[in-house]
């Protein structure tokens, strides 16, 4: 059952590489046995978020028997459909796996605890911690990870991508638990970063505040310039116009910031503060952006979720058990050699809080369901 | 363009130049997707609820209870502004009392007590518990206190202020833990708990046995003049088990308290004797869909209670040789079985645009339906000394009686133009014993910019008699009155809530209330007929100074008087001064202390003693704070300056110099994650 699952968390994670690069898929097929008929509820989760996407449609097709006939006539009739046919298989054993994450005090060790957890319960094998600190020797490290036949890591933090950015070239890593990569580790193959994926926070921008039309961002290049691409296209899918602004310092940005509010027209603007530490400062810009958008009720919502207690209208933030579950789906992909899972990729493990006291500022009232979607709610009181 | 005035003024602080972005350390980046040091923890934990009406609110959290060392209820609502934990000054037993915005009475039946929301009042004092019971704080996941009045929501006895204990979930605990502790005074216990998810079923069990000598500090004149120890040890179990099936959920409780001490004594003479035993068990069961039908939502609950408060070994109220009425003494075991039944109906219906209403109803059955006194003398005319018998009849302490409450309450809360809204509520009770009562609740809250919540409150609120009160029978000289009303409080209150800046949290709450139909013994009965007046407020201060650094601090004042006398109502603090430090340092450890100031708590009218003086505690907790697996370590010290800390006892109780609390003591716990 575990292995079961965990070859599911595979595919879906191959799926979602897939789509992300080849935005001509349009039919997603997934095969399973019959007999794995009950674990089917793991992952049409996932699978049903991934069918919200405009121009995706998931097939499901249970075989009794994977010489099924059906299993052709379902490819002729998506062949007949003109679709194109990819097949992501996952399966196989990729042998024990070595986590490195930063050996840091409370209280964001219990970050990358949760995430271990969520990679312990996903993997087929066994799972060996390192903790990460200054006296990291690369040397013993490889020959030991030889020793345990160990070729793939799941690297956490900076400090974990940095040390596993050290080690033998064959070993496949996988990194996870980063907002910000920096360049000189970047060797890496697949990184699941902390980023919300900007087309899970228009959607929800767009769920919430159906008559938003437009959001603006100011950003550092340096720091988000891929991630402003995937909103580019994530705003298309939403129709939504993203009015991206760069700044390369403070300064520059806090004149950005005044004048979209100069400009802002509260009935269909919204602000996105994105993971940026040249554009979004806490001490300073972000209390005066908070009072400009209560002010003159243009909502905004953000990607770091201690913004929500401070009055963002909502904010994406990790599902940390998820995203070690999805580390693992996708060191397998990658240790499977398909290439579509590398580069990095925003975070799509997330959950939602919001602020209550500024969406009836705003007057947006969220539905019974969305309410109940929410994870964390502010004001505590 | 006013507006635009800070945003340009940021332009001039900022038009110095900025370097482009260092690099960021581990946390830096982290804080970008989690939040800073102070809130990662909300972000990695779980979903927090919304209050159930705008009102003065304090929640306290495990993590603040792990910072503060508190290793009971009582030590962590110590820490609640304007909120003072003094001891039962009514039969001089030890058990913690609760005194709110200067209502502090023997046994503080003005303050409801709920574990998960079911009430934990006895019927026979109408407080959570006659005797030292002591909740542990272990399987809590946070408490709830809400200051003024709750009746409008809650019933009976959310009068002063209401506490709501929530158990920790299997969400709450996720994984299994065993933890042992030892110190001063002979104290030890070791405890088990478990959370997580078996199959379809959610379970959460705890299991804590323990024991303590308690303290023995010296009582210098007794109600017979004698000096000696109080007598405050215990042994103790609780268990605790939660498990959740879909829509339903089932709660059991399990508190015994064994060879409990008996204080001073309940006549205020030394017994080192007596011996008490008290044994509760609470079961609920609860079924809740958020979606039962279009923008409504429906909880179901029904909820059983069984206490047995025994007298195990006699107690002693006056030893021989000290009454000649009396030669051989007055010993007696009065012993009572009480059980009750709730049943309720919670809907919440969210389908109007700016309404949402929440209604419920319910039935209460409440019963002291068994009692038992041997006893070695009468108190009827003429009292006199008789060997050792079963008292029956008017000789009894009490007979069994049993009250049954029907009730429902409607609530609105109106959001009538924006950042306005409108809470308005009301609530009838009707009563077996004493009949109908109805109370209402207001506030209205005005959101008047980003950083900065008013609120304007109103409310009424009422105590339900004890069945004391109302039916106590055995001494001519204290007779219950069936005919007595409940006490009535209405109170105003006003708050401001300012989040100064990210790291600075301020708010202050000023009330005024007036009681009415005061419950007192005027001759040989209780009587309503007393009337009180108080005002007062409470400023509070949350910051986060640096990352590794939060400073907590509160100060309290309150003024009440009692208006059949115009004194001083007496024994709650007039001032009370908190502060507490949390600095978190190394890899995993936290150093927090706490000092707390306990100032010019006035005699009540009649008692001519001095006032009682003023004190200052200080205490200190070390711990570990580790990941999942492993041992975790902490290490308390409380009054660390051994100040001699009292609290009042009655003018009428011959105890001349209070009810002394412990100095200097020690506590060293380990826990193992498995």
């Known amino acids: 059952m575990k292995l079961l699952f965990f070859r599911i968390l595979a595919v879906i994670s191959l799926v979602v590489a897939s789509f992300s690069t080849h935005a001509e898929v349009k039919h997603i097929a997934v095969i399973y046995a019959e007999g794995d ?217 806090a004149a950005i910031y005044n004048s979209i509010f100069a400009n802002a027209d509260p009935r269909h603007d919204a602000l996105w503060l994105p993971q940026d530490s040249t554009t979004v400062d806490e001490s300073v810009v972000l209390p005066l952006v908070l009072q400009e958008s209560w002010a003159r009720g243009i909502p905004v919502f953000s990607s770091n979720v201690a913004h929500v207690k401070r009055g963002a209208l909502f904010a994406l933030y990790p599902d940390n058990i998820e995203l070690g579950r999805n580390l693992v789906a996708s060191a397998v992909g990658l240790a499977s050699g398909n290439p579509d899972v590398r580069g990095v990729l925003p975070l799509r493990n997330v959950l939602t809080a919001f602020n209550t006291r500024t969406a009836s500022h705003l007057g947006l009232t969220p539905s019974p369901a969305q309410k109940r979607s929410f994870s964390l709610l502010f004001p505590e009181q | 363009m006013q507006r635009l005035r800070p945003l340009s003024a940021l332009l001039l602080v900022t038009a110095s130049g900025l370097v482009a972005a260092q690099p960021l350390t581990e946390e830096e980046d982290l804080a970008q997707a989690y939040g800073d040091k102070n809130f990662v923890s909300i972000a990695t934990g779980t979903r927090q609820l919304l209050s159930k009406a705008p009102s003065s609110a304090t929640v306290i959290t495990a993590e603040t209870i792990a910072n503060m060392g508190a290793r009971t209820v009582s030590q962590a609502l110590e820490a609640v502004p304007g909120l003072h934990v003094s001891r039962n000054n009514l039969q001089n037993i030890y058990t913690p009392t609760y005194g709110m915005r200067g209502i502090l009475t023997g046994t503080s039946p003005q303050v409801l007590m709920m574990v998960n929301g079911i009430p934990r009042t006895s019927v026979y004092l109408g407080n959570p518990d006659e005797q030292m019971v002591e909740l542990p704080v272990d399987n809590i996941a946070r408490i709830e206190v809400i200051r003024g009045p709750g009746s409008a929501i809650y019933g009976a006895d959310a009068f002063a202020g209401t506490i709501n204990i929530i158990t920790k979930t299997a969400d709450d605990i996720d994984g299994t833990s065993i933890a042992g502790g030892g110190g001063s005074f002979d104290s030890w216990d070791t405890w088990f708990q478990h959370g997580g998810r078996h199959g379809d079923l959610d379970v959460a069990a705890y299991f804590k046995v323990g024991s303590t000598d308690g303290q023995r500090r010296i009582i210098r004149h007794d109600a017979i003049g004698r000096s000696g120890p109080v007598n405050v040890g215990y042994d103790s179990v609780d268990g605790q088990l939660d498990i959740g099936y879909g829509n339903f959920r089932w709660r059991t409780s399990y508190t015994l308290r064994r060879d409990v001490g008996t204080g001073v004594g309940i006549f205020g003479a030394l017994d080192p004797t007596g011996k008490i035993r008290s044994e509760r068990l609470s079961s609920d069961l609860s079924w809740s869909d958020a979606n039962f039908a279009r923008d409504f939502s429906l909880t179901l609950q029904a909820a059983f209670m069984h206490l047995a408060n025994e007298v195990t070994t006699p107690l002693v109220v006056i030893p021989g040789g000290v009454d000649p009425t009396f030669p051989d003494g007055m010993i007696g075991d009065p012993s009572k079985w009480e059980r009750q039944a709730r049943f309720s109906a919670t809907g919440v219906y969210s389908g109007f645009a700016t309404h949402r209403i929440r209604l419920g109803l319910g039935h209460d059955n409440l019963e002291i339906y068994k009692t038992r006194e041997n006893k070695n003398f009468t108190l009827l005319p003429p009292p006199s000394q008789l060997p050792m018998y079963r008292a029956s009849g008017a000789n009894l302490f009490l007979s069994p009686h049993e009250r049954r409450v029907n009730y429902f309450y409607l609530q609105d809360e109106w959001n009538f133009a924006p950042d306005w809204t409108l809470t308005g509520g009301i609530r009838r009770d009707l009563y077996s014993d004493f009949g109908g009562t109805t109370n209402p609740r207001l506030a209205l809250v005005w959101e008047a910019r980003h950083d ?214 020690f506590w060293l716990q380990a826990r193992y994650n498995l």
């Open chain 2, 452 to 665: 900065l919540t008013v609120k304007l409150m109103y409310g009424s609120a009422f105590r339900a008699p004890s069945f004391v009160e109302l039916y106590a029978t055995g001494n001519p000289l204290i007779m219950g009155n069936p005919n007595l009303r409940p006490e009535k409080i209405d109170t105003l209150e006003a708050a401001v809530t300012w989040q100064v800046n990210r790291d600075l949290q301020t708010s202050l709450s000023l009330f005024q209330h007036k009681i009415t139909d005061i419950i007192s013994q005027i001759g040989d009965t209780y009587r309503n007929g007393g009337k009180q007046k108080g005002h007062g407020g409470e400023l509070e201060v949350n910051w986060a100074a640096t990352d590794n650094l939060r400073l907590t601090g509160h100060y309290a004042y309150q003024k009440n008087t009692d208006e059949t006398t115009d004194h001083d109502a007496g024994y709650a603090p007039h001032h009370q001064l908190y502060a507490r430090a949390d600095w978190r340092f190394g890899s995993g450890w936290m150093l927090s202390g706490q000092v707390n100031r306990v100032a010019d708590r006035k005699r009540a009218w009649g008692d001519t003693r001095p006032a009682l003086p003023d004190y200052t505690s200080t205490d200190l907790t070390l711990r570990s704070i580790r990941p999942r697996q492993g041992w975790d370590f902490s290490l308390s010290v409380y009054n660390l300056f051994n100040a001699d800390i009292r609290e009042p006892s009655r003018a009428d109780s011959g105890i001349i110099y209070d009810l002394p609390l412990p100095g200097r003591s």
């Open chain 1, 37 to 253: 008929d009950p674990a089917q509820q793991h992952f049409t989760g996932p699978l049903q978020s991934i069918d919200q996407f405009s121009g995706i449609e998931i097939l499901y097709l249970a075989l009794d028997d994977p010489d099924d006939p059906l299993l052709v006539n379902s490819s002729l009739l998506l062949a007949q459909r003109k679709a194109i046919i990819k097949l992501a298989t996952a399966g196989g054993s990729i042998g024990p796996i070595a986590v490195f994450y930063p050996d840091i005090g409370e209280p964001y060790r219990s970050v990358f605890s949760k995430i271990i957890e969520g990679i312990e319960e996903n993997a087929d094998a066994k799972v060996t911690r390192y903790a990460i600190g200054n006296n990291f020797n690369a040397e013993t490290v490889s020959s030991e990870l030889k020793q345990r036949d160990i070729r793939v890591i799941i690297a956490l933090g900076r400090n974990g991508l940095h040390a596993a950015s050290a080690l033998d070239k064959n070993i496949v890593v996988v990194a996870g638990g980063i907002v910000s990569v920096p360049a000189s580790d970047e060797r890496s193959s697949t990184i699941l970063s902390l980023a919300p994926d900007p087309a899970l926070l228009f959607a929800k921008l767009k769920s919430l505040a159906p008559k938003t039309q437009r959001v603006h961002v100011v950003f550092d290049p340096r720091q988000n310039a891929w991630l402003i691409k995937l909103a580019r296209e994530a705003a298309r899918s939403q129709g939504l116009e993203l009015l991206t602004y760069e700044a390369g310092d403070l300064k520059n940005a």
